[in-house]
């Protein structure tokens, strides 16, 4: 007799392969994700150790520099303080609470619990202000703003924060002039102690934008390579809405920069008693908001819960505190 194989059996085997083919994809993936989520951590761990070094010599820790596409020179992104817009032209503000100017002043001052809400950058959506810091330098297209002295009464308002007269630009005006170079030594400078830079570059953690094989965005802000400058449909954590071509954009930052397993800058912020702390978006490329599938963000920047399909990115993020544990 002829022995051969059902239909039925044969679909059976089939089905078999597909799911042992897919638990293998499934086991892989989780794999290359853990390996890549111990990579960020280690990386973390190694800059963390630089910055302690440093502020060991110096006596206090290295200012974060502001992360280029969350500036404060115009044209801004969109920040909201609870549901309101603030300005994204005009000279900004800081140095005094809200109470000490006049309301068509305030949106142009930027306070630290103010929510990044620009959906032209999803992955730093509903960051916190002060949470928005990078290691080197704020460059010139990024940082301007007017720091005004607090009044002598706490509840006094400052009738125009414009006059230079009363606040001249020499004590009061904050410009920077600093260029991506100045940025690379800036990091270089903050990890030169110990090991890091050497452990880093075997990570592949720094790397530096070639300028002369890209094109700038976003006001020469950051670096979108050649590859990454063409419209994608696609949704990932480093890319932004480029308001220069209307098309959406990988990116680096421009100079010498830190980036996780992911190849996704690392944000580099202070508490308010000087802590240090480095987070990483993990795997999802977004630091607070997903999307989620359908691609749009219908979450306040400023909301608890998450509305629509939106998901919470916090709960992925590799986050490191000095004197604290990997989160």
């Not at 194989?5 to 799911?19: A, G, K, P, R, Y």
């Not at 940025?183 to 990570?203: H, I, Y």
């Not at 209307?246 to 202070?270: C, K, P, Q, T, V």
């Not at 999307?291 to 399909?309: C, L």
Request: overall charge neutral; hydrophobic content about 45%.
């Amino acid at each position: 007799m002829r022995h051969a194989f059902t239909l039925i059996e044969v679909l059976v085997v089939i089905t078999i392969i597909s799911l042992l083919t897919g638990m293998m994809i499934i086991g892989s993936s989780a794999m290359m994700k853990n390996a890549k989520s111990q990579k960020t951590s280690a990386i973390l761990t190694i800059v963390l150790q630089g910055l302690e070094l440093q502020r060991m010599e110096r006596g206090g820790a290295l200012a974060p520099a502001e992360h280029p596409l969350a500036g404060s020179a115009e044209p801004r992104f969109i920040f909201t303080r609870g549901a309101t817009a603030l300005a994204t032209a005009g000279l900004a503000l800081t140095g005094v609470p809200a109470v000490n100017l006049p309301a068509a002043f305030q949106p142009r001052l930027m306070l630290p619990d103010d929510r990044f809400a620009d959906p032209r950058v999803p992955a730093l959506f509903g960051v916190r202000r002060s949470d928005l810091g990078v290691l080197g330098a704020s460059l010139k297209e990024v940082q301007k703003y007017r720091r005004l002295p607090l009044p002598s009464v706490a509840t006094a308002v400052i009738a125009n924060p414009d006059d230079i007269v009363a606040y001249p630009n020499l004590d009061c005006l904050v410009s920077s002039l600093a260029t991506p170079g100045d940025s690379s030594q800036a990091v270089q400078f903050a990890l030169n102690r110990g090991n890091a830079l050497t452990e880093l570059q075997k990570l592949g953690a720094l790397s530096e934008a070639d300028e002369s094989k890209g094109v700038s965005g976003a006001g020469g802000r950051v670096w979108i390579p050649p590859e990454a400058a063409g419209a994608s449909s696609a949704w990932k954590g480093s890319t932004f809405t480029n308001p220069d071509t209307s098309s959406r954009s990988g990116y680096r930052l421009r100079g010498i920069a830190i980036y996780d397993a992911w190849g996704r800058e690392i944000l580099y912020s202070l508490t308010g008693n000087g802590v240090i702390c480095l987070t990483s978006s993990g795997p999802d490329g977004f630091f607070r908001v997903n999307p989620g599938h359908n691609a749009t963000i219908e979450t306040a920047a400023d909301a608890t819960t998450f509305s629509g399909d939106d998901l919470d990115a916090g709960h992925d993020n590799v986050q490191l505190v000095a004197g604290g544990d990997l989160k």
